[in-house]
């Protein structure tokens, strides 16, 4: 059984960090594009970062470039989100997904119809 577990979300102030992990079980991940989007309350799940397969290709929102910055180890089947200098508008729920379609970003990546595979979230609550 395939899944995806997130964790590290928590509750912070404005200005502080948190760093978001994603382990694979059930299938190794390591030939695919995966990406990390988030769900704030009434409002549509937003791409937040992506990386190809081998983690030598990164790209990530305008909202958050320059603060976050999405990694992978493979030999763990992991991939992480370092979330600095966050902000309240920051908060939501955070979702790690792969898409076992592509190992490259493409262009497509800010798609959440791609991923095939989706973790059950992690909170993230910033306040100020």
């Known amino acids: 059984q395939v899944q995806l577990v997130e964790s590290g979300g928590g509750v912070v102030q404005a200005g502080g960090s948190l760093r978001l992990s994603c382990a694979g079980s059930?299938?190794?991940?390591?030939?695919?594009?995966m990406g990390w989007f988030r769900q704030a309350p009434g409002k549509e799940r937003e791409f937040v970062a992506a990386?190809?397969?081998?983690?030598?290709?990164?790209t990530h929102a305008d909202s958050v470039k320059g603060r976050f910055t999405i990694s992978r180890d493979n030999a763990k089947n992991t991939v992480y989100l370092q979330m600095n200098s966050l902000k309240p508008e920051d908060t939501a729920v955070y979702y790690c997904?792969?898409?076992?379609?592509?190992?490259?970003?493409?262009?497509?990546?800010?798609?959440?119809?791609?991923?095939?595979?989706w973790g059950q979230g992690t909170q993230v609550t910033v306040f100020a």
């Open positions: 990386i190809s397969a081998t983690g030598g290709s990164t």
């Open positions: 059930g299938r190794t991940f390591t030939s695919y594009l």
């Open positions: 997904a792969v898409d076992t379609e592509r190992a490259y970003l493409d262009g497509r990546y800010r798609s959440p119809s791609l991923y095939d595979y």
